[in-house]
């Protein structure tokens, strides 16, 4: 397991932007799989955006709420994961967890990614526009 910490929340303006961070400790992140989750209350924890770099290259995918909204990346030097969420949404708001699996093996689409799929979980950080 690898240790995650989240950071970059806060409360924004409908129409507005945030940058999420996650830095890794304990293990590098550079051929891992790699997500982005949130939970809304009363609400499943969902996933948003994955990166799958287990084959070496990053491919990313995206909820099909967060399409043409979020960019998911990350700076393996850094061991930092991002996720850019412009054009912010009420309905955005949510706690938003990072979230990594270093087993080497599936890595799902986000549209298909589950809680199961990851093994390491941060604490999150809360995001709520208005």
């Known amino acids: 397991h690898v240790q995650l910490v989240e950071s970059g929340g806060g409360s924004v303006q409908a129409g507005g932007s945030l940058t999420l961070s996650c830095v890794a400790s304990?293990?590098?992140?550079?051929?891992?799989?790699m997500g982005w989750f949130r939970q809304a209350p009363g609400r499943e924890r969902e996933a948003v955006a994955v990166?799958?770099?287990?084959?070496?290259?990053?491919?990313?995918s995206y909820a099909d709420s967060a399409k043409g909204r979020f960019t998911i990346s990350q700076d393996n030097a850094k061991k930092t994961l991002y996720l850019q969420m412009n054009s912010l949404k009420p309905e955005d708001t949510a706690i938003y967890f990072c979230a990594a699996d270093m087993s080497g093996g599936y890595c799902p689409l986000a549209a298909d990614a589950i809680v199961a799929d990851f093994s390491s979980w941060g604490h999150g950080t809360q995001v709520t526009v208005s």
């Open positions: 304990g293990d590098t992140i550079g051929r891992y799989c």
């Open positions: 990166i799958d770099s287990i084959g070496g290259s990053s491919g990313t």
